[in-house]
T-cell receptor
Framework: DTGVSQNPRHKITKRGQNVTFRCDPI?????LYWYRQTLGQGPEFLTY????????KSRLLSDRFSAERPKGSFSTLEIQRTEQGDSAMYLC?????????????FGQGTRLTVV | DAKTTQPNSMESNEEEPVHLPCNHS???????IHWYRQLPSQGPEYVIH???SNVNNRMASLAIAEDRKSSTLILHRATLRDAAVYYC?????????FGTGTRLQVFP
């Protein structure tokens, strides 16, 4: 197992276009989290899944953002009608147990640049 | 989630011990204390976590004050690879809320 995998690593898109990112968690990890990180800031929580159920969404997640985790395996994060303010690093993490008392494993992220 | 306060930056020399402080005066009885670090151009990496007792693992030690209102991450011998942003996080829910962390610089 190579850890949490995110694709693509980099994405440049024009304002107004839709983009989709993929996250493959560690096998058998039933929890999957999405975070967004801008320069000089810590990661901001966006949403998380337990298996295929999306259990929580941050108020930061506007209607243009949608995340799915079909069959409780990989997850996708889609941003519609991208804006320059969406430029950030998008991080995915997975864990086998609640991150209250267990370790979360992060991917290397997808860096989005909106021009 | 309760708030944590960390210094913006700290410096250390290689092979010296490093003590990274974290204040969390509003911690609740069910909050776990987690530390993650983020190396340049990488996702965050788990370091250690604890509830009430001090904890040791291969990477670091976590010293928790008796009243739990502060904690200290201890790197016993800093290496150049330890240069990173260190985040102290309190959580009792199934998610991690990051602050801005402490940027640790390690000099040879």
């Amino acid at each position: 197992d190579t850890g949490v995998s995110q694709n693509p690593r980099h994405k440049i898109t024009k304002r107004g276009q839709n983009v989709t990112f993929r996250c493959d968690p560690i096998s058998e990890h039933n929890r999957l989290y999405w975070y967004r990180q801008t320069l000089g800031q810590g990661p901001e929580f966006l949403t998380y899944f337990q298996n295929e159920a999306q259990l929580e969404k941050s108020r930061l997640l506007s209607d243009r953002f949608s995340a799915e985790r079909p069959k409780g395996s990989f997850s996708t994060l889609e941003i519609q009608r991208t804006e320059q303010g969406d430029s950030a690093m998008y991080l995915c993490a997975s864990s086998q147990l609640p991150t209250t008392w267990a370790e979360a494993f992060f991917g290397q992220g997808t860096r989005l640049t909106v021009v | 989630d309760a708030k944590t306060t960390q210094p913006n930056s700290m410096e250390s020399n290689e092979e010296e011990p490093v003590h990274l402080p974290c204040n969390h005066s509003t911690i609740s009885g069910t909050d776990y204390i987690h530390w993650y670090r983020q190396l340049p151009s990488q996702g965050p990496e788990y370091v250690i976590h604890g509830l009430t007792s001090n904890v040791n693992n291969r990477m670091a030690s976590l010293a928790i004050a008796e009243d739990r209102k502060s904690s200290t991450l201890i790197l016993h011998r800093a290496t150049l690879r330890d240069a990173a942003v260190y985040y102290c996080i309190l959580t009792n829910t199934d998610k991690l809320i990051f602050g801005t962390g402490t940027r640790l610089q390690v000099f040879p």
